[in-house]
């Protein structure tokens, strides 16, 4: 029998990875993806074919993690024996201007999806992963961050992932179901959202490079984030799912860098080298190859609350899962970056 997969956000710079890992591994892989006026399927349409031809192991489905009758019917029509809930309002700023929709979707959201499960009975034969993450941690109160470490969230985004993790953990322990979270630090990757930092920083070095940019605008450039690459990341959720009991994971690099050190390094592989001045918002860099501004600081970047250092302990995974990151921090900047100059030499620099 194949294995079913169910992923929400599947067209997501995770979930496209995870389709692709799972294709590979022999899954009937089913997709949930919103309704838009514009294509929003970019990161998975190399794995898509048309479900009229034989043999096809890709589906996409119209849905929404605000709408449960729309859930419970993908459920029940998917069967799946595994079931992969990334579908996130997941950028965290913009989480403190929608608060409401965010609670919706990343708290309410899994909930809904935890019932579906339960309502059509099938707590005991699909197992179900919950996207969680190192936000949960926020103002921080133990260094390096590991699994028993107190969650302290400082956005609405991490608040409403509060309640996805608990309700996942409440359901595991009331009704056997097998629900496992995983407590992912950040994971970047050429697809990653353009308005993430990793993303916007390598995407403007590109266009400054290309002439079509002059400046980036940046916000608090010393928060310090550990970064890996989203392919390693999707390869710890399907391992945390192949576990004989359910259980709780972080999957970090164990390395932290500032937000400052990815620009030197993304800027550092086009040999222009960056020389800071001035601080706090009248900090800029200075290209010291051509001595114009490349850099300058936009307070609008600032968020209310900050998450000013996150650092992921992996032992238990590592340990347990057998799972270890493989691509190093300087690699993923190198490989972000020689990305975005390929789209930009192409003159296409949206995905
Ligand atoms: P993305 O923002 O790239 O993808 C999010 C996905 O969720 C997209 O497919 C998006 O659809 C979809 N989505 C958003 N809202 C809804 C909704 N209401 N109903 C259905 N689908 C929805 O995130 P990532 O791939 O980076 O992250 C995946 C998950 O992991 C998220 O839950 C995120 O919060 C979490 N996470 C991410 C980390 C990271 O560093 N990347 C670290 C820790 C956790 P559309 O394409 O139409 O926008
Ligand atoms: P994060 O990622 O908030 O960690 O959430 P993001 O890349 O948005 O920010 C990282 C850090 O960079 C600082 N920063 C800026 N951030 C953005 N987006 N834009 C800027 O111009 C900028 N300047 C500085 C931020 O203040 C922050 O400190 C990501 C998401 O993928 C979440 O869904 C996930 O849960 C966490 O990672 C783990």
Same mark, same amino acid.
């Given at each position: ?243 004989? @009991? ?6 970090? *690099?164990?390395?932290?860098?500032? &937000? $400052? /050190?990815?620009? %030197? ?53 590592? @340990? ?6 493989? *691509?190093?921090?300087?690699?993923? &900047? $190198? /490989?972000?970056? %020689? ?13």
């Amino acid at each position: 029998m194949r294995k079913v997969a169910l992923i929400t956000g599947a067209t997501g710079q995770d979930g496209a990875y995870l389709a692709e890992l799972l294709l590979g591994k022999g899954y009937i892989v089913h997709g949930i993806k919103r309704r838009s006026s514009s294509f929003n399927t970019g990161r998975v349409e190399h794995l898509y074919r048309d479900p009229h031809e034989e043999d096809v192991s890709f589906f996409m489905h119209y849905g929404d993690l605000t709408d449960s009758t729309n859930l419970i019917r993908l459920v029940q029509q998917v069967q799946p024996t595994e079931i992969y809930n990334l579908a996130a309002q997941s950028h965290v700023h913009v989480s403190f201007e929608t608060p409401e929709y965010t609670a919706n979707a990343d708290g309410i959201g899994t909930l809904r999806l935890l019932e579906a499960i339960r309502i059509l009975g099938l707590e005991k034969t699909a197992r179900f992963y919950q996207a969680s993450t190192s936000e949960l941690y926020g103002k921080v109160q133990e260094t390096p961050q590991r699994e028993t470490t107190p969650f302290y969230p400082r956005s609405p985004y991490a608040a409403a992932k509060l309640y996805a993790y608990w309700i996942t953990v409440n359901y595991r322990e009331a009704y056997g179901m097998h629900a496992s979270n995983g407590i992912l630090f950040n994971h970047e990757g050429p697809t990653r959202g353009e308005t993430f930092v990793t993303r916007k920083i390598t995407r403007a070095v590109a266009a400054i490079e290309h002439g079509r940019q002059d400046c980036l605008y940046l916000g608090n450039l010393d928060a310090k984030r550990d970064w890996g690459h989203a392919r390693d990341y999707v390869e710890g959720m399907w391992r945390i799912l192949q576990q004989d @009991e359910a259980d709780d994971y972080v999957l970090a *690099t164990g390395e932290t860098h500032s &937000v $400052r /050190e990815f620009v %030197e390094l993304a800027f550092g592989h086009i040999g222009r080298g960056i020389e800071w001045r001035g601080e706090g918002v009248d900090e800029e860099g200075i290209c010291q190859k051509t001595g114009k501004v490349v850099v300058r600081i936009d307070p609008r970047y600032f968020r209310p609350t900050e998450v000013d250092l996150l650092l992921g302990d992996p032992t238990k995974a590592r @340990e347990r899962l057998g799972w270890t990151h493989t *691509t190093a921090f300087r690699d993923l &900047v $190198r /490989e972000m970056l %020689e990305s975005d100059m390929r789209l930009a030499a192409d003159g296409d620099d949206h995905r």
